[in-house]
């Protein structure tokens, strides 16, 4: 529970709180991802765990290149990916089937993409507004990153949720 307020009074400290969240976010996903690429029995779903890791590490850089153009560029809790990343190792616990196990690393891995998805779009049209051009395009970038980690997602779900079914039948 939050005991002091920010006391966010325009869109620009709005903007810059929010950016200090998707940078803890990428940490906890840079910390979070190797688990996930151990925990993957599927060689495409390991690749696209691997490759978003390499694009969270990158991710990491550019948020923290946007922030030090503030006073304040700590980084601040994002709990939606805290909990998100709880409960992905919460079912990486629970599951002992590699299959069904696969499967659920899916699930997990784009509820987190649908996140950042959401949270870079806001940011990149907060920075839009506020006249932050070069913040937007590199928003944009990580944005078109994130979408493509999901897409990539979805086209391994095809194969993999099929074959999970399949073993179950």
Known sequence: ???FSANLQT???LYNNELRKALDLEEQIVKALPTMIEKSSD???KQAFQSHLQESELHVDKVKQLLSQQEDSDSQTCKVIHALVTEAQDTIKDVN???VLDVALIGAGQQVEH???AVYGTLKNWAALLGRTQDAQVLESILN???HADKLLSQVADRVNSDAAAVAA
């Open 115 to 117: 996140h950042e998805i």
């Open 97 to 99: 089937d590699p299959d």
């Open 11 to 13: 869109l620009q400290e």
């Open 43 to 45: 060689t495409q779903l």
């Open 145 to 147: 990153d994130e979408k």
């Open 1 to 3: 529970m939050k005991i």
